[in-house]
């Protein structure tokens, strides 16, 4: 009698795992479609990845003034833990005015910090390699030159990721591989990233002005 017991407590319990996967299965599709997705296209995802990387980094022209200040501003967070300018204040005397202004004595860049902060990881990994390696002091080589190649590598970067993430995105709501291929083609090759964005870390938004009081 116990015997039996066990095995019917044993099978009640398979019983409600089994139910329960599946109803993981039904709340989480998004959860197991992009573990299968990572798992089964790795290698179109790094296809997509270092294609997207490569023609945009190969493809670059000189960036654009408005975010010369965005690279500066991220080896001030590195170094400093601020986002003020002023050990750089002599080699941005020689980029345009418009892009910087002076508030309390202290020289910031006028327009939005996000995309300084989204560099900041690939600047310290950068600043680290090339000291590490190279024995080259990044931070003191940006006093003496504008950082653009360094610009047009990140955000070739982040065209690359954003490209993949659409892929993922298109492969969860089309299914279709050649139609998330299309799209992501569009994106990265037939839309203004293939001109601006892959150009520099760029940073375009509402200006910070001066009756803010949220710097640090």
């Known amino acids: 009698m116990s015997k039996n017991i066990h095995l019917n407590s044993k099978s009640y319990c398979h019983g409600t795992s089994s139910s329960n996967g599946q109803r993981l299965k039904r709340t989480f599709p998004g959860t197991f479609f992009l573990q299968n997705a990572l798992s089964n296209n790795t290698f179109v995802l790094v296809l997509i990845f270092f294609s ?41 005397s020689k980029i345009p005015p418009h892009i910087v202004e002076k508030i309390d004595n202290h020289v910031y860049t006028v327009y939005p910090i996000g995309t300084s902060f989204l560099s900041t990881p690939i600047v310290f ?24 190649g360094i610009e047009i590598f990140i955000g070739s970067i982040y065209i690359a990721l954003s490209s993949v993430i659409i892929y993922l995105v298109c492969r969860l709501m089309l ?39 949220y710097r640090f």
């Open 52 to 92: 997207v990387f490569v023609i945009h980094f190969s493809c670059a022209n000189y960036p654009s003034s408005d975010s010369m200040s965005s690279i500066y501003t991220s080896m001030s967070i590195i170094k400093e833990g601020n986002t003020n300018l002023d050990e750089y204040e002599g080699i941005i």
């Open 175 to 213: 299914g279709g591989q050649g139609y998330s291929l299309l799209i992501v083609f569009i994106f990265a090759f037939c839309t203004g990233e293939m001109e601006q964005g892959w150009s520099c870390a760029f940073q375009r938004g509402l200006k910070i002005r001066k009756k803010e009081n």
């Open 125 to 148: 990994i950068l600043d680290k390699f090339l000291s590490k390696i190279i024995n080259i002091d990044l931070n003191k080589g940006i006093n003496h030159f504008i950082p653009s």
